[in-house]
């Protein structure tokens, strides 16, 4: 086998172990929480015959190696089942709210990398001067903001006082203007904390591959420092800060909760969150599921974007 | 390196920045630019629109702006008035005549409301539904026997047993929604999330956790409604909420009694606060030692001040509750007792009881601001007598659970919050035998309490209702094992422009009868 479809088909293999893990995991974890989902579900107002018969709805009667397994064997068919409550089909639930978490996710991530590389660029080729010191005390300052603060200031100054931004919502369908209009604060929030650990990273890793013996090559025969910086420098200081854009990726999908909630978004977080309130454990699952799948699929990409970037780590032949 | 600004790039990156900053101008205050359409925070989605499984008041409200009754509230108040029927009359005990309006027509082309559909409407909650289960507000028709249709637009209620609560509890709310029998069958499971009904407002449209909009009805033939279109905005958090009305996102929404002062300098508002029917109360476990000694709940009772409870939790927003039935309402108890601290006769108790030296406790509560500034003075005021209180603070999940089945025998106190309605059997029922490891977390049995209940149930006469009512107060207090605490108050913050309709329980919203002031 090609050594690259050998790593590729080991990557996979790896990424369905996670998945299962995962989703394993958090079916134990459900036997932990208190609550039973039936009665915080139809709230005070259920009759007990009420709640025995949503509880036996939702398979809550059946052991939980019979549940787990009838999940999997849902994945497997893609088909997720149907939520007791609203009687629509789970996957869609998910699929309707998947969009604007992606969206908001990668506006974040890709604000982040707009401002964070540029600013550690700058403050690496200027290391010690002013706007370095003024980049450092931004980036930890970026880092130690909790992301719900930044929010809820944006939206002080933004919505209130500016009265420039809405502050609710995800924006009118078909309306593309009114959408990106409302995914600025919400990025702006999320993606803060990022360009100060994309701004540090990138400092560290572009001074360490500026003082290399190849750098100082390139210097001796007299090429430009912005080319030597840009083109030679600048794609292999990228490694670490594309390593930890994968885990990031992951992270704000997940952790985009916070922004849903306070803009009002519609989003996996949302749901997830929801349905962790009120014990509505298929659509925990299938949200989780989701949010693993993406995490797994992007580490995945950041992983064989490695080997683009750095022609030392593509697989060779003969070697494990 | 070689980094040079030129006055070229400096002048295109501030352009670009400028175009940012200036693009979102004009995208704010929307719900200032029209007043035929009105947007209205709700604090979550809408799950479940079928009437007899509707998860909440949320679905309740829309519901209500959606499908007619025979008869609805007048705005604001729990006195009714014939909504889809022209008369109604309850002809004995357990016979009520209705005669429907001609000519109400259900949305969607679904054709004329008639006697046949009313029938379809009640007795729907009497027969399990498609998965063979009982409907969730079942309860609510407990008392039908048959609805006989004696002509297009005439018809009988049958009930078993004498009901007066369902002209308050049934009728004019989501249980008495009149939907299509055609619809019905048409759409099968689809009822879940779609509503035909003949009412003032349609169900135009629904955005899962972005938006719910009702139209007004084209084809209504009662009166003119003041906005073409409402817009239900799911907002959960109360402060995401409070800066979506300051922006101008939202005309009208409920709010913290905390943020009133603030929330009421804020242009074109105006904050309205209104005394709630809801119950908030401390309630002991009358099974578990030492709580199953009458001494020691006693006790309890007069080392708790109240006033000071309610001043530290809600900020001096709301009054005292004296009882479970709020006042204003059938079954209130004016004359009960105002139990004041009496930290000696606490003390004097518990010796008395065998527990002088005190002893240790658990005060279960919802991780709600206002119930956990209380659990915190609660356990001050019982550390005053030597009771050690902790305190077990959960979600909403955790915590609407544990009094359930033998959970419920764990639990010391707890600080509870059930909603009101407009008929005091709505309010009394979860304190029967029967609703103990259920809704019943004091675990407080009375035989004389269940005979009451059950004999205020079916008395029609309002005056002898009044007084069984009141006799069952009379025991939960001789119980000690309720410490009341507030009916709470519900505060809004709405545009000046708009006259909102809000029943007395707060959660009531009457969309159909808000009106542009």
């Not at chain 1, 809820?152 to 009114?178: K, M, R, T």
Request: hydrophobic share 45%.
């Amino acid at each position: 086998m090609h050594p690259t479809l050998r790593y590729l088909s080991g990557r996979l293999l790896t990424t369905a172990l996670v998945v299962v893990g995962a989703v394993t995991l958090l079916f134990a974890l459900t036997l932990l929480v208190p609550g039973n989902p039936a009665s915080v579900l139809l709230g005070p107002r259920a009759t007990p015959e009420a709640v025995a018969a949503l509880a036996e709805r939702m398979g809550l009667d059946r052991p939980l190696h019979e549940r787990l397994l009838m999940f999997f064997g849902q994945v497997a068919t893609g088909n997720l089942g149907t939520d007791v409550i609203s009687g629509r089909p789970i996957l869609t639930m998910v699929m309707e709210v998947l969009p604007f978490t992606v969206t908001l996710t990668i506006a974040a991530i890709g604000l982040a990398v707009l401002v964070g590389v540029p600013l550690g660029c700058y403050a690496a080729t200027n290391p010690g001067s002013r706007g370095d010191r003024v980049a450092a005390v931004l980036s930890v300052s970026f880092i130690a903001m909790p992301n719900f603060v930044v929010a809820i200031f944006l939206l002080l100054i933004f919505s209130i006082w500016l009265d420039w931004l809405p502050v609710l919502g995800a924006g009118e369908p078909g309306d593309v203007l009114d959408q990106l209009v409302r995914l600025i604060l919400p990025s702006v929030s999320l993606a803060l904390g990022w360009v100060g650990y994309i701004a540090r990273l990138m400092r560290s890793s572009l001074l360490e591959v500026l003082g290399e013996p190849y750098i100082r090559t390139a210097r001796a025969f007299g090429i430009p420092d912005r080319k030597i910086v840009y083109k030679y420098a600048l794609k292999n200081a990228a490694i670490p800060t594309v390593a930890i854009l994968g885990l990031g990726v992951g992270r704000l999908l997940g952790g985009a909760i916070f922004a849903e909630i306070i803009f009002a978004r519609p989003g996996i977080g949302t749901l997830v969150y929801d349905a962790i309130l009120t014990r509505n454990y298929p659509v925990v699952q299938a949200g989780v599921l989701v949010v693993v799948l993406l995490f797994v699929l992007t580490n995945l990409l950041v992983d064989l974007s490695y080997a683009w970037l750095d022609p030392r780590l593509r697989p060779q032949k003969g070697v494990a | 390196m070689d980094t040079t600004y030129s006055r070229r790039s400096v002048l295109r990156t501030g352009a670009i920045l400028g175009g940012a900053a200036a693009l979102p101008f004009g995208f704010t205050g929307q719900a200032f630019a029209a007043r035929d359409r009105l947007t209205v925070r709700v604090v979550r989605d809408i799950q479940n629109l079928d009437p007899a499984n509707r998860v909440s008041f949320i679905e309740g409200n829309v519901i209500r702006a959606v499908c007619q009754r025979l008869i609805s509230f007048k705005p604001g108040t729990f006195e009714w008035e014939p909504d889809a029927a022209k008369t109604i009359t309850q002809v004995s005990p357990t016979l009520i005549e209705f005669e429907l309006k001609p000519g109400q027509m259900f949305h969607g082309g679904y054709g004329e409301l008639t006697a046949e559909d009313v029938k379809f409407s009640f007795e729907r909650f009497r027969q399990p539904g498609p998965d063979g289960k009982p409907h969730q507000y079942a309860k609510d028709w407990e008392a039908l026997d048959r609805v006989e249709v004696t002509g297009t637009h005439t018809g009988r209620i049958h009930l078993k047993t004498p009901a007066p609560a369902i002209w308050l509890v049934t009728l004019p709310d989501g249980s008495g929604a009149l939907v299509s029998k055609k619809a019905f069958e048409a759409l099968g499971d689809k009822v879940k999330n779609t509503l035909i009904g003949s009412g003032p407002y349609t169900f135009a449209e629904w955005q899962p956790n972005q938006r719910i909009v009702l139209k007004a009805n084209p084809d209504w033939k009662g009166p003119k409604m003041a906005f073409n279109e409402i817009v239900l905005r799911p907002v959960q958090d109360p402060k995401t909420a409070e800066l979506a009305y300051r922006s101008g996102e939202l005309d009208f929404t409920v709010i913290e009694p905390t943020g009133a002062k603030d929330m009421a300098r804020v242009a074109n508002t105006k904050v309205i606060s209104q005394d709630s029917i809801n119950f908030v109360w401390i309630g002991i476990n009358v099974e578990k030692p030492p709580f199953d000694n009458p001494k020691v709940r006693e006790a309890i009772r007069k080392a708790i001040d109240v006033d000071q409870v309610i001043l530290a939790a809600y900020n001096g927003a709301v009054g005292r509750a004296k009882a479970l039935v709020a006042p204003g309402l059938l079954g209130h108890w004016a004359d009960a007792p105002v139990h004041k601290r009496d930290v000696a006769g606490a003390k004097a108790l518990l010796a008395e009881a065998g527990h002088g030296g005190g002893f240790k406790a658990k005060l279960t509560l919802l991780n709600r601001p206002a119930y956990q500034t209380a659990g915190v003075v609660v356990q001050a005021l019982l550390a005053e007598v030597g009771i050690d209180l902790q305190l077990e603070v959960l979600d909403g999940g955790s915590f609407w659970s544990a009094g359930n089945g033998d959970a419920g025998k764990n639990l010391d106190l707890s600080i509870q919050r059930f909603g009101g309605k407009a008929d005091p059997a709505f309010q009394t029922q979860w304190f029967v035998s029967e609703q103990v490891g259920v809704w019943n977390w004091q675990r407080w049995k009375n035989p004389e309490f269940d005979r009451l209940y059950a004999a205020a149930a079916s008395t029609i006469d309002s005056n002898e209702r009044a007084r069984l009512y009141i006799e069952m107060q009379k025991l939960m207090d001789q119980s000690a094992a309720y410490i009341w605490l507030t009916h709470e108050v519900n505060v809004f913050a709405s545009r000046s422009w708009l006259k909102p309709a809000i029943l007395p329980n707060g959660d009531d919203l009457q969309f159909d009868k808000f009106t542009d002031a």
